[in-house]
């Protein structure tokens, strides 16, 4: 499976973006499909989640409220709407996909391939 990330780039604080991830190959055994983000000084971090189904949908606390993720399977797409943009999400957002089931854990080692990234900037 390959994934291709886009969507960032550069907006002010309090301002949108939406990022697609686009999956092409043979998804059939994916379970689920998430975002991560590697954020200046830290390591890459969970943003979000959902099911191959498109639900259930997991979020990390710093993101929840503000950004939501949703699946076109027919598409095979999946979508990260962020909405009031923080100069503290700025960094590369990375999709990618998992075959286990216990990708709501968040870690990215439960993730079994990864598209490249695309940078988010978040000015003040």
């Known amino acids: 499976v390959q994934l291709q990330a886009s969507g960032g780039g550069l907006v002010q604080t309090g301002g949108s973006l939406r990022l697609t991830c686009t999956a092409s190959?043979?998804?059939?055994?994916?379970?689920?499909t998430g975002w991560f983000r590697r954020t200046p000084g830290k390591e890459r971090e969970f943003v979000a989640a959902?099911?191959?189904?498109?639900?259930?949908?997991y979020y990390a606390a710093s993101v929840r409220g503000r950004f939501t993720i949703s699946r076109d399977n027919q598409k095979n797409t999946v979508q990260l709407q962020m909405k009031s943009l923080k100069v503290e999400d700025t960094g590369v957002y990375y999709c990618?996909?998992?075959?286990?089931?216990?990708?709501?854990?968040?870690?990215?080692?439960?993730?079994?391939?990864w598209g490249q990234g695309t940078q988010v900037t978040v000015s003040s």
């Open positions: 190959g043979d998804t059939t055994s994916t379970t689920a």
């Open positions: 959902i099911a191959w189904r498109g639900s259930p949908t």
């Open positions: 990618a996909g998992s075959v286990q089931n216990n990708y709501n854990e968040g870690h990215p080692r439960l993730y079994d391939y």
